[in-house]
């Protein structure tokens, strides 16, 4: 046997053939450039929490005589975890989150499934427009549901003006005006399309001839329920109480809006409080708390689900869904439907705007007013003018309507190209690793996550200048926060174009660019719409993402509210939240209307 001797100039030719063959992949050098940008949008922000939660900065010297700024302490550990302070910096703020967390999906997913069983398996009229409505909730900022129960049950033990409830002559409790009651309450009002949206997708896909199966052999209707139909529809309720429980546990505006006046802390409005008072430290080592929370959430979930590791509910022979018929209690229960999905829509809607035409907040009719829309300078106040009229507020809804719009085109393009270098090199260790990292920012709670981004750019490094009071700062947090919803339907689009199609253009020597230009994009359009919509709304409608990095020049509607809820300035920050929803909605069903144009025509053609 002769074996062939190699050189180093040998292997070093070899090896550069290899990198260059390896280069020569588009999707290989697309994923190099997205790690790159994952590195600086994920990994610094995340490092960045556990160095700012294990060292000294300069503002503990406030709190440390001996402090020096950037020597390694576990100061803020112990005074989050064992000092005198633990209690009412994490134990308490913390069981409250979980505690608020865990009433919204006891709620939320039974009422969302319910109404999802109602409009899939029974012959419940009115379905496609009971289907359409109930998502209007979920695309309705959450906090807008504690600003309008703030507006209805609030009572004077804080002072102000009293709320409609009081006003009508009714005595509110403290318990249902202020606190866990109401945060559970208007938060379940947000969450429940969650749960809605995943199980009528999964009930629409099951065979109801698996259910038959177990009847005709003597099974009762609870046995096919325990051991027939809950099992097949288990991923779909663990995917929605691993999203409500997420979201609810480290949501920062409902809390604050109806917690922060009784002195009902949370763990994000903790976190806002520290960040606020340039404690990074100690709000960092709570964070991680969050994190883990979320992190175990998810995990459990895998576990849980990962004893049924497939789930088959769509067969060869075509799906049979056997309606279940409601009969006599039909129109009750359409009744009720509407009912009440329509109060969550008209209700926050209309209170809100009915305590922005009076004059003073108090609901008197006789005393509706105009003024706080589009009254002249110093018909409410000195020098302020209805929100319509109001330089300032014109100002807060351009940046909105602008930051969204970027946002969301640049979202949903970086998506694209996510799903590209996934699918492209699926199964590779670049593949895993950039479909992990871009799902990472979905565990950090936005309050956080901003306040991350303010401490990174709040001064330059490397290349990267200053970013503090820009606009380009709160895009650029934007996107990033979105990258676990983007990369989705970006890695979803491109699942479905076959790759030979791609292949087929290469061997006929077109391009890469020419590729990407002529059949990716095209025949991923549909994913690209459903990223830009999913991040116009989302972008147009958060608060604590933002909330710690605007400045009076960057201004946004959801700030501007939070702001005049703080200061008490109670019609204007109700009307401005009514322009937000109308701002929403109206761009949602200008974008679902767009991409159902596009997948129209794409499909025709």
């Known amino acids: 046997m002769i074996r062939e001797e190699r ?43 556990f160095i700012g939660a294990s060292t000294f900065s300069y503002n503990d010297t406030r709190l440390v005589l001996d402090a020096r700024p950037g020597a390694w302490t576990v100061y803020h ?49 009115l379905k496609r427009l009971i289907g359409n409505i109930a998502i209007i909730p979920y695309v309705m900022p959450s906090w807008v549901m504690a600003l309008a129960w703030y507006t209805v049950f609030k009572n004077t033990r804080i002072g102000g003006s009293p709320g409609f409830l009081q006003a009508m002559g009714v005595n509110v409790p403290n318990w249902l005006s202020y606190g866990y009651v109401p ?75 109806l917690g922060l006046p009784v002195r009902y802390y949370t763990i994000s409005t903790r976190v806002y409080a520290m960040l606020s008072n340039r404690v990074e430290g100690t709000a960092y080592a709570m964070v991680i708390f969050l994190v883990l929370i979320s992190a175990l959430t998810i995990y459990m979930n895998a576990k849980v689900l990962g004893v049924r590791k497939k789930f088959t509910t769509i067969g060869g022979k075509g799906t049979r869904i056997l309606r279940t018929k409601l009969r006599r209690a039909k129109a009750p229960i359409t009744v009720g439907v509407l009912v009440f999905i329509g109060a969550c829509i008209l209700f926050p809607l209309g209170m809100l705007l009915l305590q922005s035409l009076t004059l003073h907040g108090d609901f008197n009719v006789r005393e509706l007013t105009l003024d706080y ?102 895009v650029l947090v934007t996107v990033a926060k979105r990258l676990p919803y983007t990369s989705r339907t970006g890695i979803s689009a491109m699942m479905q174009i076959d ?81 937000i929803i109308i701002l929403t909605l109206t761009g949602y069903f200008i974008a679902s209307a767009m991409g159902k144009s596009k997948l129209e025509h794409i499909g025709g053609g």
């Open 77 to 125: 550990w112990h005074r989050v975890v064992a000092s005198r302070l633990s209690q009412a910096l994490l134990w308490k703020p913390l069981l409250h989150s979980l505690l608020i967390a865990l009433g919204t999906v006891c709620l939320a997913l039974p009422l969302g499934s319910l109404l999802a069983w109602l409009v899939v398996r029974t012959d419940l009229p």
């Open 7 to 49: 050189g180093p100039g040998i292997m070093l030719t070899q090896a550069r053939f290899r990198l260059q063959r390896w280069l020569s992949r588009p999707e290989k050098l697309m994923g190099l450039v997205l790690l790159a940008v994952l590195a600086v949008l994920v990994i610094i922000p995340l490092v960045q929490i």
């Open 373 to 474: 829309w589009i009254g002249a300078p110093g018909s409410i106040y000195a020098s302020n003018a209805g929100i319509l009229r109001d330089p300032y507020v014109l100002g807060g809804m351009w940046n909105t309507i602008k930051l969204a719009t970027i946002a969301a085109a640049i979202a949903s393009i970086s998506g694209l190209f996510f799903g590209y270098a996934v699918v492209k090199a699926r199964g590779s260790v670049m593949s895993r690793l950039i479909e992990n990292l871009a799902f990472t920012p979905y565990i950090i709670p936005s309050i956080a996550f901003g306040g991350i981004f303010l401490s990174m750019f709040s001064k330059s490094w490397g290349p990267i200048p200053s970013l503090y009071g820009t606009f380009t700062l709160l």
């Open 183 to 257: 945060i559970v309450l208007a938060m379940t009002i947000h969450y429940f399309p969650y749960a809605f949206i995943l199980v009528s997708g999964a009930l629409a896909s099951l065979d109801s001839q698996l259910e038959d199966t177990g009847r005709v052999l003597g099974a009762s209707r609870k046995t096919v329920l325990r051991k027939i139909t809950f099992p097949l529809m288990l991923p779909a309720i663990g995917s929605a109480f691993v999203l409500i429980f997420s979201k609810a546990v480290g949501t920062f505006g409902t809390p604050a809006i």
């Open 499 to 579: 790759k030979s199609l791609e292949e087929a253009a290469y061997l006929r020597g077109a391009s890469w660019v020419k590729r990407m230009r002529a059949i990716v994009i095209p025949l991923g359009k549909s994913g690209l719409m459903a990223g830009f919509i999913l991040s116009l709304i989302t972008s147009m409608r958060m608060l604590s993402l933002i909330v710690l990095l605007v400045t009076p020049k960057t201004r946004v509607l959801t700030s501007m509210t939070y702001r005049y809820v703080e200061q008490g300035f109670t019609q204007q920050a109700n009307a401005i939240a009514v322009l």
